[in-house]
């Protein structure tokens, strides 16, 4: 049952009560609700599959009596009402929702406390990880860095901002204010994020909206170190950059001009890590870097092994670009050329299988370098002829032209679950929305250089894609490690690439198609016309899934409690729980605080007896994969990704150089763009972990109340 039907029912069933005002926290006296213990109720009762409408309705009366001869006097308070709730609950046998509004309660506290020494007010009622990402990163802040907008103004500020380019497409002012509050929507009901830097910068004086950007770095000295400035732009608006270091002629190579030798890409590539170092992304973050060199570069070899020390190059993800050449040359073990890029001469060959063994030893060493599959990304390039591509944004998910940008979105697709089915109208719904908020994206941008602004507009390529996906499986009963679950992968991002692309055209009817159509794929194709030259991208969506409350782009769970280390700007980490598991567990009658310290402390529950089996099948982490499953799961979106797809291969700490060896080769038949792959321990310091037994960020350091554990104890404010 609806809200909106229980709030009609309960209409029907007015109580009549002396009980006429509520004192809130802040002191104010406001008009006595009986709606909003109907909801407080209802949303605990439903957490735990409780579906009797009548029943809910003998509680709230139950409530109100007791109010009456509690507070025939005075007026009562939240924390009155509250109270008189879990007590009727629990005396009228509703342990488990007793239990869920208990911990709901409890969560609320523990937000409010966050908000008070955050300085953040947040009307929409977020979950804690929220908040303290958005007040981290994202609301906005005076020159005295007070927080200046309430969480819903955030959203607010964003929809405002991207709507206004209807204008330029002759919409009307009630038109534009209705898209704004389409999109506004979408938002705040966490259907559709787009990238962090739309949530950061839409609507205020930056206004640099998109995440992902190519810089060329030519073999000049002119054109590295103006590389090296439009980076440095770049990350000061909040967006990540792109490198192929191939065209730069080889370390100790002739430099005519001078009589000397050039020093190679690797010196440069260090100096481009140390600007990176002092240059925070819009002032919240350090940025964020790829760098690339072909296999056939005459430096690969260092390449391959510059990071092999932790702490080396920390701005830089690095990968190597794999050609069809070099493929073949493996599969058949045969030797490779090496070529100068400055002349085209061949200055060595190598046995190819000796430059694969060690990609695939460094990747099993600290998960770099990662490898892209450079000549199938060129044969997918939907405008060859206005360049070739030679690198990806930080994460390799967006494949970009020189001097281009992309801006990304995600479809939360938790969200389109019901009843363990899916919405499909509803995706169709977000889908369209998104393409058109995306392309808005477009038009009110403010880009870095006048190169970026012209080649991104030239195309208009776009990046929409997904997250929570593994929370919709668990929604539908479907492990991950499935055929069943490739076969959603490929249904659903079908159906987001069809129906993106048919809204392009939509709107390539109404504003034109992007100016390089001509001579694309696209025209070849049979197209007359479309907006975007790409729709659909696959990122890991960061922080973006974190405020939406979902599971991470297509990954699987990294386990069903984990803490989550925030960018060192941030300065904490944040303890997450899946709420499904929770749920679940509520329902199943089995959640126990003891329960999810021991949860926290595993990646996976397949162990654990208390769980039943059937839930343990559900709820399959990424440890419980083998590394083809990520492989397949990879490649099933690929197949539907018209650009690429961000997600790791988790191997476990026993794996082996030549476990990484396969699921390289694995990945290149399936048709992938490219793979990452990390083992787990093989770094000191990680993006996601369990908790560690008796471990706490009080015995490291001084416990603050923006400084928390993964297990809440008394050293630690959380």
């Not at 760098?291 to 056939?296: A, K, Y």
Request: with cysteine; aromatic share 8%; net charge neutral.
């Amino acid at each position: 049952m609806s809200i909106e039907k229980m709030v009609s029912i309960q209409d029907k069933h007015t109580l009549k009560t002396s009980i006429s005002k509520i004192k809130k926290r802040d002191g104010r006296i406001v008009e006595f609700d009986k709606n909003k213990i109907s909801n407080a109720i209802w949303k605990a009762a439903q957490s735990v599959g409780g579906e009797n409408r009548d029943e809910i309705e003998r509680l709230i009366e139950n409530v109100v009596q007791l109010l009456e001869e509690h507070f025939q006097d005075k007026i009562p308070n939240v924390e009155d009402v509250q109270d008189l709730v879990e007590k009727v609950l629990i005396e009228s046998g509703h342990a488990k929702t007793a239990k869920a509004y208990i911990l709901y309660r409890q969560k609320r506290a523990e937000i409010r406390k966050a908000c008070a020494l955050l300085g953040v007010e947040d009307d929409l009622k977020l979950p804690l990880n929220a908040i303290v990402i958005l007040a981290a990163r994202y609301l906005r802040r005076d020159e005295n860095r007070n927080i200046v907008e309430t969480t819903n103004q955030l959203f607010r500020r964003v929809a405002k901002a991207v709507a206004s380019a209807d204008k330029l497409y002759g919409k009307t002012d009630e038109e534009v204010a209705q898209t704004e509050e389409t999109f506004y929507q979408k938002m705040t009901l966490f259907e559709f994020l787009p990238n962090s830097p739309t949530l950061m910068n839409a609507g205020t004086g930056l206004g640099q909206l998109s995440a992902c950007f190519v810089i060329p770095v030519d073999d000049s000295m002119e054109s590295i170190f103006n590389a090296l400035k439009c980076a440095a732009l770049v990350h000061k608006t909040g967006g990540g950059t792109g490198f192929s270091f191939s065209k730069l002629r080889p370390q100790n190579d002739v430099v005519k001009s001078t009589g000397g030798v050039a020093s190679g890409p690797l010196s440069f590539i260090s100096v481009f890590d140390a600007a990176t170092n002092v240059i925070k992304q819009g002032g919240k973050r350090r940025g964020a870097n790829m760098g690339i060199l072909r296999v056939d570069h005459p430096d690969i070899l260092d390449f391959i092994v510059i990071k092999e020390n932790e702490g080396r190059l920390n701005n830089f993800n690095i990968s190597v670009a794999l050609t069809d050449k070099f493929m073949d040359a493996v599969k058949n073990d045969k030797e490779y050329e090496l070529i100068n890029p400055r002349n085209g001469k061949v200055v060595e060959t190598l046995r190819a299988r000796v430059i694969w063994n060690l990609i695939a030893m460094m990747a099993w060493k600290n998960g770099e370098p990662g490898i892209i599959f450079i000549d199938k990304v060129n044969r997918q390039n939907p405008t060859p002829h206005v360049g070739a591509i030679e690198a990806t944004n930080p994460c390799g998910e967006q494949p970009l032209l020189p001097f281009e940008s992309c801006n990304l979105g995600s479809i939360n697709l938790s969200n389109i679950v019901s009843n363990g089915r899916i919405d499909w109208k509803m995706l169709r719904e977000t889908v369209r929305m998104a393409v058109h908020f995306l392309d808005n994206v477009i038009d009110v941008n403010r880009y870095p250089l006048e190169e970026i602004g012209k080649m991104t507009k030239g195309n208009r390529k776009i990046g929409l894609g997904v997250m929570g996906f593994a929370d919709m499986l668990i929604q539908m009963g479907v492990p991950y490690n499935s055929q069943k679950a490739l076969t959603i992968a490929k249904n659903v991002m079908k159906f987001i690439r069809d129906e993106g692309v048919k809204m392009s055209v939509e709107l390539a009817k109404e504003r034109g198609s992007f100016p390089n159509f001509r001579g694309t794929v696209w025209e070849s194709s049979g197209y007359e016309m479309i907006r975007n030259a790409t729709i659909t991208t696959v990122a890991p969506t960061g922080t973006i899934s974190e405020i939406a409350g979902c599971s991470g782009g297509i990954e699987p769970l990294f386990s069903v409690s984990y803490v989550r280390n925030v960018a060192e700007s941030l300065g904490q980490t944040l303890k997450v729980i899946n709420p499904y598991f929770e749920r679940i567990a509520i329902q199943q009658g089995i959640y126990s605080d003891e329960l999810i310290k021991k949860i926290s402390k595993t990646t996976s529950i397949s162990h654990i007896e208390e769980i039943p089996e059937k839930i343990r099948k559900v709820f399959v982490t990424a440890h419980d994969l083998t590394p083809e499953w990520h492989v397949r799961m990879q490649a099933a979106f690929q197949k539907y990704a018209q650009n690429a797809v961000s997600k790791t291969v988790n191997f476990p700490n026993s794996a082996t150089p030549n476990d990484i060896e396969e699921v390289f080769w694995l990945s290149y038949e399936l048709g992938c763009k490219g793979v990452t792959v990390y083992r787990d321990g093989s770094r000191e310091r990680q993006i996601l972990h369990i908790s560690k037994p008796g471990k706490c960020l009080g015995q490291e350091e001084e416990a603050t109340e923006n400084n928390f554990c993964d297990v809440r104890c008394p050293s630690c404010s959380f």
